[in-house]
């Protein structure tokens, strides 16, 4: 295995000047000579700590082995046994809570960089063409329907067409991806990465309908009982962006980290006039929050023109949810960070817009359910902030529209999450099941994933026991 | 899947019904109801209310006002070329039940909103009254569809080429003067015309359904564009709405929400003028 290296192999990124002009990728990712000099710090341990760590258990050590051989299409082979969206996770993963966080190597040197590594064997898969759809040895007859387009339902839908049933997604938006394409940003994950995910299930067999909006366009009862359906996936995310109720939030120039990140990815208002929809990015920008979505519209905002963008943020840099990586490119291109204040009211302009955010300082108390110490307002700190945009990104949770159009599907009452089975991700519903952020909340990627994989199993379980008696019971009730 | 136009007619100066082949829409389709569109692959997604569902055929009708880029864009298409999406259908069914009598006000573009509720409250039983009103005489839409199917209709124009000479105000007055036992009425138009509205039934105690038109862009409930405030709550209009009780919406602040892209949607029209015009 030779000497321990303990510095990890930089990843080339795009310079911070010319980064904040453009929406072009900022992550340049390894170069094979790169990717082969970082696999050899690995030292494929016969016990590896990271893989545990890994939310959906790749074969960390085996993948990087192949790296080290050279052998990348190999690598790719084998990260896809269980997660089949590398080339997204290897950039979006919070690696240092999950595999690097847990790596051996990370406890007196840089963690292995695992994501990064994932990152370069799909991108070369994919620049290589040699991505191959194994042909479906038997077709079921069943039909299921996947709802939402999102990588809980992009990668469920693969998984049982794999399986040889007849798969549809339906989407309401007119783009499919769910996240990936209208939150997560260009610059971060291009939208053609989603692009070939979509068109690789399609090859599969997999029938996208976009414009469908369950529970409106057909709702889940008409779907199963008459349209022929078997058996449903939901995987609707957590789209109804929260607003915290405070005086003020209405004004003109007060955006939902949602639209704002909606009208930049999915609609590119970026490209106005060139494309039609328009988006108002002031001089001066708070962004509300301090996880990857108020990140990302931070940098967004910059990047559409906005001389100042600060997070304003009610605990601390520590406490932050956001992707390092992305906190600290961040940092790099200049946005401010505001910790302990928390807003209490906005102030407009006489025509309605915007112009101040006044704000109360806070202090960290005792530690709340989440293990992060809560933050407590000091009273009569409140101070006011001048701003001319303001982008709230406190927490989506999921729509109510399916829940309440659907007879028999329990939600959680205090998150608005669906009831499904932590193991089989059975709802309340005979035939239905659900996974990722509609039954976590807002989460991760590859939680999603992982969730939208399982649950493929699950299906398929079912649809073959369907007239077992108690089959639904032994779903809904299994540990 | 295509979403082609099946039809399309000129209903009044800068006025356009289209008929639109959306099997999927045409299905659930119920009064009150609308769809999001857009007309081409770099376009915006506009909301427009499904004015006739036809479950048989698969086919939806919309009627729409020239007004900006998006709808002038669309106003240049004919029967047979595709919409880029076409998604629906939207927002909460109107409540519709036999109230009695039903005074039914459209002005501007909320004519061709109106005209799907009119019949709506006509096959529910009601005794329906309709206001019809514009600037003047040759911008009043739907005309004879509208005097078709009331049964009492009346015309307002500011300027007194038709009808009464005034706002549709007036005539709600004087019909509530006349002692005219009003069980209902609903409002589509200008917000301003909905705030004079809900301001005179509020006075004498009539309840009063208006149908909001705030800027959307899903359509879907995960953007919050459409937040407008009923009864000092935030409620989102393409999932909560579009209809509201009159006397509980602030109309001020949607007011100025609709004006928040004035000088963007200005622009964008402007550069689609100068393109048509350059290519003859
Ligand atoms: C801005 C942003 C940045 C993020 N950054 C990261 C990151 O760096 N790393 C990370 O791991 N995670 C990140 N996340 C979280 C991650 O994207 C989500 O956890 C993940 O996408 C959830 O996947 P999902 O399949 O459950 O749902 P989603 O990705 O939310 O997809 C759901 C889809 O369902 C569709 N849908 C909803 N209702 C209906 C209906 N009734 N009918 C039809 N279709 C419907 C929606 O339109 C959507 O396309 C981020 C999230 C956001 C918003
Ligand atoms: C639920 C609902 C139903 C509607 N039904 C009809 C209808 O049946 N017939 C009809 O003629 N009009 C209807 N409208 C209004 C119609 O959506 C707008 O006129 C249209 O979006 C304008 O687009 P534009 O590009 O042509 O004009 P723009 O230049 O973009 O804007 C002109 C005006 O339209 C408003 N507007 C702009 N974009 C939007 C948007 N995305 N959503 C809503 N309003 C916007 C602006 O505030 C402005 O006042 C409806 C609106 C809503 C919300
Ligand atoms: S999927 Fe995410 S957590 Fe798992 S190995 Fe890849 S980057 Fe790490
Ligand atoms: S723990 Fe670190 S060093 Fe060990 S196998 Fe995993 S990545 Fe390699
Ligand atoms: S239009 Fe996006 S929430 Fe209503």
């Known amino acids: ?479 | 899947m295509g979403y082609k136009i099946l039809f399309k007619e000129e209903v009044g100066p800068g006025a356009y019904r289209m008929i639109i082949d959306a099997p999927h829409v045409a299905k659930n389709a119920r009064p009150g109801q609308f769809i999001v569109l857009r007309v081409h692959e770099k376009g915006e997604r506009i909301p427009l209310t499904i004015s006739k569902a036809d479950k048989e055929n698969g086919q939806i009708t919309i009627i729409f006002q020239v007004v900006g880029k998006s709808t002038k864009h669309l106003s240049l298409l004919n029967e047979g070329d595709e919409l880029a999406d076409f998604l629906g259908p939207l927002g909460m069914p109107s409540e519709i039940d036999n109230f009695g009598t039903v005074v039914l006000i459209g002005g501007g573009f909320g004519t061709a909103v109106l005209y799907p509720m009119v019949v709506a409250y006509k096959e529910a039983g009601n005794h329906v009254i309709v206001i019809n009103g514009a600037r003047n005489k040759d911008l009043l839409l739907l005309e004879k569809d509208l005097s078709n199917i009331a049964d009492e209709y009346f015309v307002t124009t500011d300027d007194g080429s038709k009808g009464l000479k005034g706002f549709v105000t007036d005539m709600l007055k004087q019909l509530i003067e006349n002692g005219i036992k009003i069980d209902r009425v609903f409002a589509v138009g200008p917000v301003i015309m909905m705030a004079n509205v809900a301001k005179l039934t509020k006075e004498h105690g009539i309840k009063t359904i208006v149908s909001l038109n705030p800027i959307m862009v899903d359509g879907t409930g995960m953007c919050g564009a459409c937040r407008v405030e009923v009864g000092g709550k935030t409620k989102f209009a393409c999932v909560d709405g579009p209809d509201f009780d009159a006397h509980e919406v602030n109309f001020d602040l949607l007011m100025k929400r609709l004006r928040m892209y004035r000088k963007e949607e200005q622009e964008s029209l402007e550069k689609f003028e100068k393109e048509l015009a350059q290519n003859g």
């Open chain 1, 1 to 479: 295995m030779g000497r321990i290296k303990p510095k990890a192999v930089e990843m080339a990124k795009r310079p911070v000047e010319e980064r904040i002009k453009s929406f072009d990728e900022v992550a340049l990712g390894y170069t094979a000579e790169e990717a082969m000099k970082e696999a050899e710090r690995c030292l494929i341990c016969p016990k590896p700590t990271c893989v545990p760590a890994c939310p959906v258990h790749i074969d960390i050590p085996a993948f990087i082995k192949k790296i080290q051989e050279g052998d990348f299409l190999a690598a790719v082979r084998i990260i896809k046994q269980d997660n089949p969206l590398p080339a997204v996770c290897g950039r979006v993963c919070p690696q240092e809570d999950q595999c690097e966080g847990s790596c051996v190597m990370g406890r007196k040197f840089d963690p292995i960089s695992i994501g990064r590594l994932e990152r370069f064997v799909a991108d070369y898969e994919a620049k290589t063409g040699e991505v191959n759809v194994q042909p479906v040895k038997e077709k079921k007859p069943q039909k299921v329907a996947v709802v939402g387009s999102g990588p809980s339902g992009l990668v469920c839908a693969s998984e049982l067409a794999q399986k040889g049933y007849n798969v549809t997604v339906f989407e309401s938006l007119h783009e499919f991806g769910g996240v990936l394409v209208y939150g997560i940003p260009q610059f971060r994950l291009p939208k053609e990465i989603v692009k070939r995910e979509v068109e690789y299930i399609s090859k599969l067999g997999v029938k996208f309908v976009k414009n469908f909006f369950v529970g409106r366009t057909r709702t889940l009862d008409e779907l199963m009982e008459e349209d022929g359906f078997d058996a449903v996936f939901l995987g609707t995310g957590a789209g109804l962006p929260r607003f915290q109720g405070i005086p003020g939030e209405n004004l003109l120039g007060i955006y939902s980290a949602n639209e704002f990140l909606t009208r930049i990815n999915l609609m590119r208002a970026y490209k106005f006039p060139d494309y039609d929809t328009p988006i108002k990015v002031g001089d001066t920008v708070a962004v509300i929050g301090a996880g990857n979505v108020a990140m990302d519209a931070a940098r967004s905002a910059l990047r559409a023109g906005a001389k100042k963008v600060m997070i304003l943020y009610r605990r601390t840099e520590k406490e932050m949810t956001a992707r390092a990586e992305e906190a600290e490119n961040a940092m790099e291109e200049g946005i401010e960070f505001h910790f302990l204040v928390n807003p209490v009211r906005y102030h407009g302009d006489e025509n309605g817009w915007v112009k101040e955010v006044e704000v109360i300082r806070m202090k960290l108390g005792e530690p709340d359910e989440s293990g992060r110490r809560r933050p407590i307002p000091i009273e009569g700190s409140e101070f006011r902030i001048p701003v001319d945009t303001v982008i709230v990104a406190i927490g989506q949770i999921p729509s109510p529209i399916i829940a309440q159009t659907t007879k028999g599907l329990e939600v959680h009452k205090r998150w608005g999450t669906l009831v499904a089975n932590e193991k089989t991700f059975a709802t309340t519903k005979k035939g239905v099941f659900a996974g990722g952020d509609v039954v976590t909340g807002a989460a991760t990627v590859i939680l999603a994933a992982g969730a939208g994989k399982d649950a493929a199993k699950y299906i398929d379980y079912y649809l073959q026991n369907k007239d077992k008696p108690d089959i639904w019971e032994e779903l809904t009730k299994a540990k």
